[in-house]
């Protein structure tokens, strides 16, 4: 019989960045929030520290809230998932995936706040990519435990060509 170490059955780490796809460059993305308001910004993304980090950055255009954000999505080899960190100039927020990328698709899902006065019980970031220079973001929310999930803001990104 043949013993190996646990860490050695371990799966592979999941990837932040898909092997398909590059976010590098800049985006034009434009869309809408649940309330029918037109949303647009700029994202910038890259892969950072090795290529083992994916790094997005936000700038709002419209709404004009001057809202800016920085996401870095990386695999924590401690939890075994991808986890996101999102630091911006209204707050900041954690977000994990136990999945990674899936058909072309990850869900950065925010943890359950058991608080009654939270806005939402939960909330999370689904990336999709949708074609060679275009990806989608919509921003989830759900009000109730159970999770009944509803879209609050979706953005569809293009890939800025050169002018």
């Not at 780490?13 to 985006?27: D, I, K, R």
């Not at 058909?103 to 970031?125: E, G, V």
Request: hydrophobic share 35%; with cysteine; glycine share 8%.
């Amino acid at each position: 019989m043949v013993l190996t170490p646990a860490f050695a059955q371990d799966a592979k780490p999941l990837s932040a960045v898909p092997s398909n796809f590059q976010f590098s460059g800049t985006w034009d993305c434009e869309g809408a929030f649940a309330n029918k308001q037109v949303h647009k910004s700029t994202y910038t993304g890259a892969t950072i520290l090795g290529g083992k980090w994916l790094e997005l950055s936000e700038e709002d255009l419209q709404p004009a809230t001057g809202y800016l954000a920085k996401y870095l999505i990386g695999y924590d080899p401690q939890q075994k998932k991808l986890v996101e960190f999102d630091a911006n100039n209204f707050g900041a927020a954690v977000y994990s995936s136990d999945e990674g990328w899936q058909n072309n698709t990850l869900t950065m899902t925010s943890p359950i706040s058991q608080d009654p006065k939270a806005p939402y019980a939960a909330n999370r970031f689904v990336f999709s990519i949708t074609g060679k220079d275009t990806f989608s973001i919509d921003w989830q929310i759900s009000k109730k435990i159970p999770l009944e999930w509803i879209t609050a803001d979706h953005l569809g990104c293009n890939r800025r060509g050169p002018k």
